[in-house]
């Protein structure tokens, strides 16, 4: 089996434009003013800015995995200072790894935190992709590991990817051997 990949990383732009709008900050300050100090420290501020302001706007579907022979690895963009250090130094994001055989037992859930009433979108089911595409985080894969852990991974931006999503649920309890179960979270 090949590398099997959902979601998105979090690549080079976001530090890029924060950088590039520090630098600008930075340069017009001292063009106005001609104090330095003062252009760094607001061309900083800025960057930080910027950066904070792409961290706020992601979506959930910035939860990146993938599966592949050895078994899963994911990276966690849950919470906003993960994700703001990984828009900062997207080259030092911390990778969770772990072997099929770790799995102690899987949860297909649906629902989780759905923003629209359920009697609007028709079910989370037969909604319009456009608006599924703005619910946070309506389907992911809930693992608990033999250590006692649990690690969701989102799979809110593939989630018209039905094929692909059976069959990576099929060798996730194939090669760890155990079933797998659905549960359709409420509101």
Known sequence: MDKIEFGR??????????????????????????????AIILGITGLVIVALLYARSMTDFYGYWEVNDEGIRSYNYQNLSTRLQSVMLPFSESQFAFKFADIKSLTVVVGKDMNAPANILGGSFSAPKKIMFHLPTPYYLELKLNDGREVELDLSADWDDSETIEYVIAVICSEADIPAEIVKQEN
Do not use: D, E, R, W
């Open 9 to 38: 990383k979090i690549n080079y732009v976001p530090m890029t434009v924060s950088l590039v709008a520090g630098l600008v900050v930075g340069i017009l300050v001292y063009i106005f003013t001609k104090v330095i100090l003062l």
